[in-house]
C-alpha cells in the first residue's frame, strides 16, 4: 500500500488539473496553453497558501498560553507586517520565542503595575 502522503500528492495533482480545466473554461481562457494555465494556478496556490499560513501563525499565536501580552503583540506584529513573518513564528518555536523575550517577564500575581516588588 502507498504511503499516505504519495496518496496525498496524486489527490492534489489530480484536484489541481481539474481546477485549472474548471478555471479556463469559466473565465473563457480556453485557447490559453496548459503551461500559462498551469503558472496562473501554482501563482493562485502560492497565494492560498501564504494566507492560510498567515492565518494559522495568527491562531496559533492567540491560543499559546506560554506568552505574555507584550510578547503576543510583537509575534502578532511580526506575522502580521513582516514578509513571511508567518514563516518565521512557525519555524523558530517555543524554546527560542522563550530566549528572544526572556527580559519581558508575565506580571506577579496578585501586583498592580505601580506597586514595587
Known amino acids: 500500500m502507498a504511503s499516505p502522503g ?7 495533482g489530480i ?14 481562457l480556453v ?18 497558501g501564504g494566507l492560510v499560513v498567515t492565518v494559522a501563525a495568527v491562531v496559533h499565536a492567540l491560543v499559546r498560553d506560554d506568552l505574555a ?4 503583540l510583537a509575534w502578532l506584529a511580526i506575522v502580521v ?18 530566549a528572544m523575550f526572556r527580559d519581558v517577564a508575565a506580571p506577579a500575581a496578585g501586583s498592580s503595575p505601580g506597586s514595587p516588588r
Open 31 to 48: 485557447g490559453m496553453g496548459f503551461a500559462e494555465g498551469a503558472l496562473i494556478l501554482v501563482i493562485l496556490l502560492v497565494v492560498l
Open 69 to 72: 501580552g507584550v510578547q503576543r
Open 81 to 98: 507586517f513582516v514578509p513571511f513573518g508567518a514563516l518565521v513564528y512557525l519555524l523558530l518555536g517555543r524554546r527560542r520565542t522563550a
Open 6 to 12: 504519495v496518496v496525498a500528492g496524486v489527490v492534489a
Open 15 to 28: 484536484l489541481a488539473v481539474l481546477l485549472l480545466a474548471g478555471v479556463t473554461f469559466a473565465t473563457g
